[in-house]
């Protein structure tokens, strides 16, 4: 009886035993699958988010990108670090969030310069290489400035010198980039040779022209308008299709007779691989940020529009915006 009971104990020892490493190995194998080492949509975020940006400090995709961070940060819950990667036209900063993990902790934030590195040969990658996130932000303030002393008052005397003067007014751009192709635009409506001037990313443009190095800058209005107030600058209009509220005195370049409009646009997006759910998690913080209005009124002080496009709302917006470029590039 004894020899019974001892038995009857020891099984029953070990099937406790085996319980207590299935259960281990159950919360183990669990973790894996749905906690925050594979990126689980429905415990997303679970730590910081790093936003890639593929250009400079001190731009406007710099300036834009920081300031939906830091709102994002209360939509999502989580730290958002911005992380500038320049190099090659904004495609090192793109490739790096193409190799990421696809768990939604690695975006990128950019505009307009992707799909012209594609377009102008520089990489196979553009906007149809991530799943995007949507667009958050226009920029219709796009214009050409000119020191404040400069001899061109408006865009027609400057367009009228150039074309009694080809190849001398030097102009600063990234070559390549958006800039570039705005002006290429100008030369092939107006039948004027530029001098095209290649000085990097937004920064640079800005010193080249306060140091009296080139006679025009193409940029953002509202990354120079402490400049403008200043008097050190002075803008020769904008490239929107008509006047806008936020800077209703600046002539647009359509109705100074010069036929070139571009919007600017900012979007965020992911590794292809990343789950729908995640990426959606993502673009509906974008959305509520966007519709913020504390995050509107800081917005609007650089002069740009927040404006939530979805997914499929961005992926067709770029796509009209890339036929157009290729089309100007076919020159």
């Not at 975006?107 to 667009?135: C, E, P, V, W």
């Not at 050409?144 to 074309?163: H, P, T």
């Not at 040779?193 to 509202?222: F, M, Q, R």
């Not at 796509?319 to 076919?330: F, G, M, Q, S, V």
Request: proline share 4%; glycine share 10%.
């Amino acid at each position: 009886m004894k020899k019974s009971f001892k038995g009857m104990l020891m099984f029953m020892m070990l099937i406790l035993v085996a319980g207590i490493f299935a259960g281990c190995s159950q919360s183990t194998t669990n973790e894996g699958e749905n906690g925050q080492e594979s990126g689980d949509s429905n415990n997303y975020p679970s730590k910081p988010i790093t936003v890639v940006v593929p250009a400079g400090a001190g731009g406007d995709t710099d300036a834009n990108a920081r300031l939906l961070g830091k709102y994002l940060e209360k939509e999502l819950g989580q730290p958002v670090v911005i992380s500038n990667v320049t190099g090659a036209g904004g495609t090192v900063g793109a490739k790096e969030v193409l190799d990421a993990d696809p768990d939604g902790y690695t975006a990128i934030f950019f505009h307009n310069s992707l799909l012209l590195n594609r377009i102008m040969g520089l990489t196979q990658d553009s906007y149809d290489s991530f799943k995007l996130a949507g667009i958050a932000v226009l920029d219709q303030g796009n214009t050409f400035m000119v020191s404040g002393n400069s001899k061109f008052e408006n865009l027609q005397d400057m367009v009228e010198y150039a074309r009694e003067n080809p190849g001398e007014v030097s102009i600063a751009t990234e070559v390549g980039g958006f800039t570039h192709l705005q002006l290429l635009a100008l030369q092939k409506d107006q039948g004027i040779e530029l001098n095209i001037v290649d000085v990097g990313g937004a920064a640079e443009k800005v010193t080249a022209l306060l140091g009296g190095h080139v006679d025009i800058v193409p940029t953002s209005l509202g990354l120079v308008k402490d400049y403008v107030e200043s008097g050190d600058m002075r803008t020769l209009g904008i490239m929107a299709s008509e006047r806008v509220d936020l800077m209703p005195d600046v002539p647009t370049f359509v109705e100074q007779g010069v036929n070139s409009e571009f919007e600017k646009f900012f979007f965020f997006g992911f590794n292809p691989d990343t789950p729908d759910e995640i990426v959606d998690a993502f673009s509906k913080a974008v959305e509520n940020v966007v519709n913020d209005e504390e995050y509107v009124k800081e917005a609007e002080k650089f002069l740009v529009t927040p404006t939530y496009m979805n997914a499929k709302e961005a992926f067709d917006y770029m796509k009209k915006a890339e036929e157009k470029y290729i089309e100007i590039n076919k020159e």
